[in-house]
């Protein structure tokens, strides 16, 4: 979803976003949006809350979790531990 912003910057913000395109080579939309990015991570802030892993590996096997046969033995602690 892409969103559009105006802001009005005054003059020593405009000379500093010029400056930050020339060093970095990128687009003033892509300054902006690293820019706000950083200022998110540095108050702690993440675009959202993820589950690491989750949907992200295929066994190959369909329908894991609500086949009983592939759960058997699941949670239980091994002889050999």
Do not use: C
Not at 12 to 29: E, I, K, M, N
Not at 48 to 57: H, M, P, Y
Not at 66 to 75: A, C, D, I, P, R
Request: charged share 25%; proline share 2%.
């Amino acid at each position: 979803m892409k969103t559009t912003l105006q802001a009005r910057l005054d003059r020593r913000t405009q000379v500093l976003l010029d400056r930050l395109v020339r060093h970095t080579g990128w687009s003033q939309p892509r300054v902006l949006r690293e820019a706000v990015t950083l200022l998110g991570a540095r108050f702690g802030l993440s675009p959202r809350k993820r589950i690491i892993g989750v949907g992200r590996f295929a066994s190959g096997i369909s329908s894991q979790g609500s086949n009983t046969k592939h759960l058997n033995g699941f949670g239980r602690r091994s002889l050999l531990s």
